[in-house]
């Protein structure tokens, strides 16, 4: 018995997006404001917001720099800065240095000093886990209303804190790069990008700041290339990873002012660029310098517009000596390198 053929139904394509495609409307794309001399090195003004972001380089090259910069913005746009520090090198001096709205405070029952401000601060977090667990806590009160703000996670840094199987003792590298990708990749991740859709209430972003290590040169002529500390979970799911420094090593030099014979740096030369770009494809970089007031561009006329902006820094620190600012020639200052062809 001969088979009927199939009827089939005539759809026009706009049913057929209907019923197979999904709209999603999203807010518009905008930025944490870095200043204006980042955003001519780099084509891009900061950390993009509502997405995961990454400051990724050698040691002192600029990272917590950007990231207190970040902070500043977000207060100036009420939206809250949570600070989770691992590094153990963080210093609220520093931060109201190039900015931040804090005061330092004492805690009228006890005596303990303390700063104050509008943002959140969490130090003592002894494995990767404990400092996941807070993100969720968080991001679970916003949704319950009992955080009533938009959000800026600023994590200084992920590559200083092992998973709690390696704190034990009893794992290592590898254990804590699939920690990450777990806690990280499969949940926490999606919480941060979905505040994007139009239809949520808030907008929460995420910045890392990471340390690397190098990767052994696969052949001979070949460069070493930079990697992020915890495996590549991270880095995938970042929208902007910005690059501070060079690949093999920090490449920075200083910028040095003298007085009475004394010289006294005062600023550092680095390179600051865009190495992965998700939202508009731009990539680029340049040199500029990281003052203890934020970045400038790397020309003799912008050192002495800063020292004149700043000419009240340069009285207390110098004792009002008058100064003459140079600017070094390119010496790189060398740092430890972290070969490895391991995680």
Not at 129 to 139: N, S
Not at 142 to 149: A, N, R, V
Not at 277 to 301: C, E, K, M, Q, W
Request: with cysteine; glycine share 8%.
């Amino acid at each position: 018995m001969a088979k009927r053929a199939l009827k089939k139904k005539t759809l026009s394509f706009d049913d057929l997006k209907k019923k197979f495609s999904s709209r999603v409307k999203y807010k518009e794309q905008q930025f944490f404001d870095l200043g204006k001399t980042f955003q001519e090195v780099c084509g891009i003004a900061g950390p993009a917001m509502g997405q995961i972001n990454m400051f990724l380089g050698h040691s002192d090259t600029g990272k917590t720099t950007a990231l207190i910069k970040s902070a500043v913005d977000a207060q100036k746009k009420n939206i809250l800065p949570v600070f989770l520090i691992t590094e153990q090198k963080w210093s609220f001096e520093y931060a109201k240095l190039l900015g931040f709205d804090c005061e330092q405070k004492v805690d009228e029952e006890t005596g303990e000093l303390y700063w104050d401000g509008f943002f959140i601060d969490k130090v003592g977090f002894n494995y990767i886990e404990q400092a996941f667990d807070y993100i969720t806590e968080l991001l679970d009160a916003q949704e319950k209303g009992d955080l009533p703000y938009d959000l800026l996670f600023l994590w200084d840094s992920i590559g200083t804190i092992p998973c709690e199987m390696s704190f034990n003792g009893k794992g290592g590298n590898q254990h804590t790069a699939r920690v990450i990708s777990e806690k990280w990749g499969m949940g926490l991740a999606q919480r941060i990008t979905s505040s994007r859709k139009e239809d949520s209430p808030h907008t929460n972003t995420m910045v890392f700041v990471n340390q690397p290590w190098v990767q052994i040169p696969e052949g001979f002529g070949q460069k070493p290339k930079i990697m992020p500390k915890g495996g590549n979970s991270i880095f995938l799911s970042s929208a902007l990873v910005f690059l501070f420094g060079n690949q093999a090593n920090a490449g920075t030099s200083r910028i040095t002012a003298t007085t009475g014979g004394k010289k006294i740096t005062f600023a550092t030369r680095t390179k600051v660029g865009v190495t992965k770009n998700h939202i508009n494809g731009i990539s680029y970089a340049d040199r500029l310098l990281v003052t203890p007031h934020g970045f400038i561009l790397d020309t003799p006329n912008e050192v002495k517009k800063y020292k004149q902006d700043y000419s009240n820094y340069w009285d207390v620190l110098l004792d009002g000596s008058s100064t003459e600012a140079t600017l070094e020639e390119e010496t790189v200052i060398g740092t430890p390198v972290d070969y490895s062809d391991n995680l």
